[in-house]
């Protein structure tokens, strides 16, 4: 299947979201100021578990207890989807990404100085919300930028921002945290953010949004579709497996690899370019089969997990293999998004927004699934094989889908 065998439409097509003419060179720099937000949502997003220590401390609350502020940023990408794509689907597109990264800034700044660890659970929940709406709006806006067959490299490079993110935003930020506070952290955020409003702004030409459509009217056609909750699922479900090994990447490395504490960043730097690769092959891949890629890059992640649960005790020998973990999963993030994108129709504004809901979910189920296991007693190695068991069963709805499709079956 091709990215346009698998959909009735084709939104680059059918919805009025493209400019007028746009010069590669224009493109390019409106593109990479997409991307700046994207570095700036993924530097937020995953700091947080750098400065956990220093915020509990600081907070005077325990360690766990803190990390409840990391699932309070997750339920608000999860809720902020689906409202701010409802209202926001005739807005202007370059004028709902700059309302939304303002308002990053804003929370940002609300969790630097929150006086309680009630207000900064408040603070980061409300910083979630416009999370997975500017992914949304700016992956629309990039695939409006240039020709149809190069959507899906446009899109890979607004989300290489987050994945440049994990290597470089996030330890520059975690350590800004370590040596200044963790409040300078949140601080930073805010500046990032600012910054983007000022690229967006100075870059991305105006876009409109679809005066003939109503969030009603696309939320009906959007949740009324099959295809759309089977995309979501195989998001959420087989991506989970990534989740499922990231989160105890620190005791693996350490308790099983039987690796000092100085060696984990490594291991986490080894996630973080796995990302940035695994992003750029996705654009790359998406321009033979968004279909295609999204069951090659599931069954190249169930492998690469189960490689992953074997070189585990080995020490060194597990860094390719995170390297990899990444890398076939964030082809599956690129490709799930203009998957949506495809059959959500006109409704657009959603279907390039719900595909972070659905991966939020895949973290907390990863995550879950993972310390389910570990607490069962089978021991650190095992959420590697929790992970490829999603894997699988995210291939498995792929096709479902894949099935119903070609039977022509009505959403």
Known sequence: MTTTDTASTDPARTAPTRTAPTSPDRAAIAILALAVGGFTIGTTEFVTMGVLPDIAGG?????????????AYALGVVVGVPILAFFGAKLPRR??????????????????????FAVLTVARFLDGLPHGAYFGVASLVAAGLVAPGKRGRAVAAVMLGLSVANVVGVPAATWLGQNLGWRATYLAAAGLALLTVAAVLAAVPAMPGNPETSGRREAREFFGNAQVWLTMAAGAVGFGGLFAVYSYIAPT????????????????????????????????????????????????????????FFAAPHGWWLWPVAFLVTATGSVLVVNLQLRLMDVAGNAVTLGAAMNHAALNVAN????????????????????????????????????????????????
């Open 59 to 71: 907070l005077g609350v325990s360690v766990p207890t803190a990390g409840h502020a990391i699932s």
């Open 95 to 116: 004028a709902m990404l700059v309302g939304l990264m303002g308002a990053y800034a804003a929370f940002n700044l609300l969790s630097a100085v929150a006086p309680t």
């Open 253 to 308: 490395v350490t308790e099983v690899g039987g690796l000092g504490r100085g060696t984990v960043p490594l291991f986490v730097l080894a996630l973080g370019l796995g990302m940035v690769a695994g992003t750029w092959l996705a654009g790359e891949l998406a321009g033979i089969s968004v279909f295609g890629s999204l069951l090659g890059g599931g069954i190249a992640c169930g492998v690469v997990l189960v490689v992953y």
């Open 364 to 411: 907390a189920l990863g995550a879950w699934a993972g310390g389910v296991v570990i607490a069962a007693g089978f021991g650190y190695r095992a959420p590697a094989l929790v992970g490829a068991a999603l894997a699988v069963l995210g291939v498995g709805i792929l096709l479902w889908s894949a099935t119903l499709h070609r039977r022509g079956a009505p959403a």
